[in-house]
C-alpha cells in the first residue's frame, strides 16, 4: 500500500486464459492463475473471446485479458 502523497504505480500485463465450460470461466482460470505468482491484483479487462470448434460444437473457451497490478517500492 502506498504511503501518503506517494504516486502508484500500476503494471499490466495481458494473459489468454482457457475453459471447456464458458468465457466468463476462461478469464476467471486466467485471474487464478496469475494470482499464483503476481500480487496486488487490483482489476482486470476483458480485451477478447474466441473459441476452438470441433465438429460444429465450442470445445473450448479462449478470454484474452489484461491484468493490472500494483508496482511494489
Request: glycine content about 4%; hydrophobic content about 45%; aromatic content about 4%.
Amino acid at each position: 500500500m502506498p504511503k501518503v502523497n506517494e504516486a502508484t504505480v500500476v503494471k499490466v500485463i495481458e494473459l489468454i486464459g482457457t475453459s471447456p465450460k464458458s468465457w466468463e470461466d476462461a478469464a476467471a482460470n486466467a485471474i487464478k492463475a496469475a494470482g499464483k505468482t503476481v500480487r496486488n491484483i487490483t482489476g482486470m479487462e476483458l480485451k477478447r473471446c474466441s473459441a476452438t470448434v470441433e465438429n460444429s460444437k465450442i470445445v473450448e473457451y479462449k478470454a484474452v485479458v489484461k491484468v493490472a497490478f500494483d508496482v511494489e517500492r
